[in-house]
């Protein structure tokens, strides 16, 4: 989208080990250090009452972000996606598309059906190419693929992308070659920091939750950063 500025990702050191607290409401342990939490969505999670969501509270835990499937591979659109996108902008709740990546399918076709089914406005979070399957794809053709999609995906919103993906995938495909991208990394159920060396911008850190407003399981994550580093994030 024209006009929109590349935004510069500061990213605060929480070198803590990460101290978890049962929240019941929300029916999972959570990692208290951080003070920005959110949860992604799909057509899994089927109606979702996004009032619900935006306005739960368990003591001084909110949800603060949500990320969206949007796309999947050459033509697949979310069967939810144009209906959650809408109503979580009328919450006022950030939100963020994310494409779920096919690696064995070319990035540039599979960035142009993100880019014909996304419109991101000021407040959004950057586009997200969610990468965790090779698909038989060798990991010289998944770098090249990853990397037309990321730089297709740039050239387009003027922002930088964020990469989802879990640690193993990461260590095994994407190496050093994409860490200067931010990483949305996931790791479940571990009571540290997640594995890996080098930095993370958001942590997927259980699969389990539960929210207002949803029926069925919800995956939590984490910022790695304070309310200053989210608002510099987020589409201008």
């Known amino acids: 989208m024209a006009g929109i500025a590349s935004a510069t990702y500061y990213i605060s050191a929480y070198l803590e080990r990460p101290k978890f607290v049962r929240y019941p409401a929300f029916g999972i342990s959570m990692p208290v250090n951080f003070a920005i939490h959110g949860i992604d969505v799909s057509r899994y999670q089927d109606n979702i009452d996004w009032k619900a969501v935006s306005s739960m509270q368990d003591k001084e835990v909110k949800i603060g972000f949500a990320f969206i499937k949007a796309t999947e591979g050459l033509d697949r659109v979310d069967g939810r996606f144009r209906q959650n996108w ?20 070319s990035g540039k076709a599979q960035a142009e059906n993100f880019i014909e089914t996304v419109a991101l406005k000021k407040g959004d979070l950057p586009p997200v190419l969610d990468i965790e399957t090779a698909n038989g794809a060798s990991v010289s053709d ?5 990397k037309d999609w990321l730089e297709r995906i740039e050239s387009h919103y003027k922002i930088r992308p964020i990469i989802y993906t879990n640690v193993d995938f990461y260590k095994n495909f994407l190496k050093e070659k994409f860490d200067d991208y931010p990483l ?4 479940y159920y571990v009571k540290d920091k997640p594995a890996i060396n080098r930095n993370w ?12 407003g949803v029926d069925a399981y919800v995956d939590f994550n984490v910022f790695n950063g304070d309310s200053t580093d989210f608002r510099r994030m987020l589409l201008q």
């Open 86 to 105: 809408f109503k979580a902008k009328q919450t006022s709740l950030p939100r963020g598309a994310y494409h779920f990546f096919i690696s064995s399918k």
């Open 142 to 146: 998944i770098q090249q693929r990853a």
């Open 184 to 187: 949305w990394v996931a790791h």
């Open 201 to 212: 911008t958001f942590w997927q850190h259980n699969e389990k939750g539960r929210v207002n």
